[in-house]
């Protein structure tokens, strides 16, 4: 399983920006994480993840939250 941090990388302007650009250059059938710490951010991601059918499970641990997924085809 692929495990994207967008923790570590406070310099983006959004953590989705890291989430979106791995997303993006996985290929299909790959299992991802993103995990964040910004619960606004957090819901888009979510959001778009549905939009595009894409089924995942939602992790949260204090102020971590992580989903998991698995990359569909293009």
């Known amino acids: 399983m692929r495990t994207i941090d967008t923790r570590l990388n406070q310099s983006h302007y959004s953590p989705l920006i890291p989430a979106i650009k791995a997303l993006c250059e996985a290929p299909a059938?790959?299992?991802?994480?993103i995990v964040m710490d910004h619960?606004?951010?957090f819901?888009?991601?979510k959001?778009?993840?549905?939009?595009q059918g894409i089924g995942f499970r939602e992790?949260?641990?204090?102020?971590?939250?992580?989903?998991?997924?698995?990359?569909?085809?293009s």
């Open 47 to 51: 959001e778009y993840l549905a939009e």
């Open 59 to 73: 992790i949260y641990d204090g102020e971590e939250m992580r989903v998991q997924f698995t990359k569909q085809q």
């Open 39 to 41: 619960a606004d951010a």
């Open 43 to 45: 819901n888009d991601l």
């Open 29 to 33: 059938g790959e299992p991802m994480e």
